[in-house]
């Protein structure tokens, strides 16, 4: 039973990623997960609780591969630590692209909790410990709040996500050079973009 359930989300998160919550089709999951149609109803209610426990799920893998990255980010100095927990950022969309489309089809339902919290305290604490450090050493602007710096950054990463990581292959193939190379620009450019300018 509780391997019907796993099959199922995992099934809808590819295609709630592929068409939203109106788009995608009962029968599509249901033949993907190999189980009964009821088996929804049975774990979920209806097709709204499968989509909500799929958002839940996603979200809750995310929280997980990340915190580790976060922990460790903030034991380091600002930059180095910024680089590195935004790199993990980039290597987990990178890995699961359905997840960033997912929660791009979120807000374009007009869902926005996913990438843009709608409180300061819904951010990632370690991060914005990290960068408020930086702030006070001087190292990251003192004029740009950290909901900004964050949401630029990782938007873009999950925008990069939600295209299969075609785009990111494609700058790839375009500047001809290595993917960890083209990951660290990535990341050097947002980064960069919360340092003071230089004179």
């Known amino acids: ?20 919550l109106h788009g995608a089709r009962i029968r599509a999951i249901v033949a993907k997960a190999g189980v009964n149609e009821r088996m ?4 979920f209610g209806n097709k709204e609780g499968l989509y909500g426990a799929v958002m839940d799920d996603q979200r809750r893998a995310v929280a997980q591969a990340w915190w580790p990255a976060l922990e460790k980010a ?10 590195y927990a935004l790199r993990a950022s980039l290597e987990i969309t990178l890995t699961h692209p359905y997840r960033s489309a997912l929660f791009i089809q979120e807000q374009l339902a007009g869902h926005f909790g ?8 819904q ?3 370690p991060l914005r410990d990290l960068y408020e450090r930086g702030q006070h050493d001087g190292v990251f602007r ?15 990463i999950f925008a990069m996500g939600a295209t299969s990581g075609q785009t990111f292959n ?23 973009g919360m340092t003071p300018p230089r004179l």
Do not use: C, W
């Open 114 to 121: 996913t990438l843009h919290p709608t409180t300061i305290d």
């Open 142 to 156: 003192a004029d740009l709040p950290f909901a900004i710096a964050y949401s630029t950054a990782i938007g873009s």
């Open 123 to 125: 951010l990632p604490a």
């Open 170 to 192: 494609r700058l790839v193939n375009l500047l001809n050079v290595d993917e960890e190379f083209a990951k660290d620009l990535i990341i050097d450019q947002f980064v960069q």
């Open 1 to 20: 039973m509780a391997d019907s359930r796993e099959a199922l989300l995992a099934a809808a998160a590819e295609e709630f990623a592929q068409f939203g």
């Open 74 to 83: 903030q034991t380091m100095e600002p930059i180095e630590g910024m680089r």
């Open 40 to 43: 929804i109803y049975h774990h």
